[in-house]
C-alpha cells in the first residue's frame, strides 16, 4: 500500500525486490543462452546417462544450467510481476519482455551458428535458420504489442488515492456515445424499441387500430366528464379566492383535478393514450386547475 | 522507506547487468572452468 502523501515514490523494498527478480531473470537466460551454445559447439544435439554410452556426450555444465535457467525463470518471472505491481505502473508488465529477451537471444544464436558465423567447413544450416527467423519473430511481434500498450498509456498516472484496478469495484467510465452504439449492436431490439416508442409519440398508430380507437372514445367520454366544470370550482370564481380555497368543498374540487392528472399519467404509462393524447388531456386539467386559483 | 520513482529504471539496468554478470560467473562453474 502505497503512502497517501508520498502517492508517487515506491518503497525501496518493492524496487529491491523487483531488481532481485530482474537480476535472476537475466542470469537465467544468460546460462539458457550459454548452455544453449556450448551444445551447439559439438553439433547442436548431445546426450547423457542411460544404459548406453553416449557417443555425444554433453558439454560439463550444460545439464544444470538448462535446467536453472528454465524453471529459473518462471520463479523470477512470478517474483517480478508481484513487486513490480507494487513498484506501480507499468513495472507490473516488465517481466514480459523477458519472453522477447529470451527468444531474441536464443533466436540470435541460431542465426549465428547457421547463417552469419557458422562453425569451420560449414555453409548456411536450415535446421539452424529456420528457428532463428521463428524466434525471432516470436521475440519481436509481442514488443510490438506491448510498444503499442506502452504507447496508450504515455503519460497516465494513476491519481493519489484512487484504487487499482484490481481493487475496484466499480464498472470503469464508459462514454454514453459508445455504450449506446454498442447497445445497438448488440441488442437489435433495443432499437426498434426505441423506433416504437417514436412512432407511438406521434401518435399515428391510432387511427390504425379500431379497438384501440374504441378505446380511446370510452376515454374520451370519461374525460370529458371528469373535465365538466364542478359547482365547486364555479362558485369559487364568482366568490373570490380567499374565502373560497379555505372551503372543504373547494380542496376536494382540488383533489379530483389532481387525482386526474394522476389518473392521466398511468394511462399514457400503459400505452392507452399516444403523446399527443396525453398532452390535450393534461392541458385541459391543467387550465381548469389553474381557473380554480 | 521510499525512493524516488526516477530510480526505479536505474535499479532495473543495474539489476540486469548483475543478472548478466551473474549467469557468465555461474556457467563458468558449472562447466568446473
Known amino acids: 500500500v502505497r503512502s497517501a502523501s508520498q502517492p508517487d515514490r515506491p518503497r525501496l523494498r518493492d524496487v529491491l525486490w523487483l531488481g532481485v527478480a530482474v537480476a535472476g531473470g537475466v542470469m537465467c537466460i544468460t546460462l539458457l543462452s550459454l548452455g544453449m551454445r556450448s551444445v551447439m559447439d559439438i553439433g547442436g544435439a548431445c546426450a547423457d546417462g542411460g544404459p548406453y554410452v553416449s557417443a555425444r556426450p554433453c558439454p560439463n555444465g550444460t545439464a544444470p544450467a538448462m535446467f536453472l535457467g528454465s524453471f529459473g525463470l518462471f520463479g523470477f518471472g512470478a517474483l517480478g510481476m508481484v513487486f513490480g505491481a507494487r513498484v506501480g505502473s507499468p513495472w507490473g508488465a516488465f517481466p514480459l519482455f523477458g519472453w522477447s529477451l529470451l527468444f531474441g537471444v536464443l533466436g540470435w544464436n541460431f542465426l549465428q551458428y547457421g547463417w552469419l558465423n557458422p562453425p569451420e567447413g560449414q555453409g548456411v544450416e536450415l535446421g539452424f535458420l529456420v528457428p532463428g527467423i521463428m524466434f525471432e519473430v516470436m521475440a519481436i511481434v509481442p514488443l510490438l504489442f506491448m510498444a503499442s500498450a506502452l504507447w496508450a498509456l504515455r503519460g497516465y498516472r494513476r491519481p493519489a488515492g484512487a484504487p487499482s484496478v484490481e481493487g475496484s469495484s466499480a464498472p470503469p467510465r464508459v462514454p454514453a456515445a459508445y455504450r449506446r452504439e454498442r447497445t445497438e449492436a448488440v441488442s437489435p431490439s433495443f432499437a426498434a424499441m426505441e423506433a416504437r416508442q417514436a412512432t407511438a409519440a406521434a401518435g399515428s398508430s391510432v387511427a390504425r387500430d379500431p379497438a384501440r380507437r374504441a378505446a380511446l372514445s370510452g376515454i374520451d367520454a370519461a374525460m370529458a366528464a371528469a373535465l365538466a366544470p364542478t359547482p365547486g370550482a364555479a362558485g369559487a370564481t364568482a366568490a373570490g379566492a380567499a374565502d373560497a380555497t379555505a372551503t372543504p368543498d373547494f380542496q376536494e374540487g382540488t383533489q379530483s383535478l389532481l387525482d386526474r392528472l394522476e389518473r392521466l399519467g398511468d394511462m399514457r404509462a400503459r400505452g392507452l393514450l399516444a403523446a399527443d393524447e396525453y398532452e390535450t388531456a393534461k392541458d385541459a386539467v391543467l387550465r381548469e386547475l389553474e381557473a380554480r386559483e | ?33
Open chain 2, 1 to 33: 522507506m521510499t525512493i524516488p520513482r526516477a530510480l526505479v529504471p536505474l535499479i532495473v539496468l543495474g539489476a540486469a547487468a548483475l543478472g548478466v554478470a551473474a549467469g557468465i560467473w555461474l556457467f563458468g562453474v558449472f562447466s568446473g572452468g
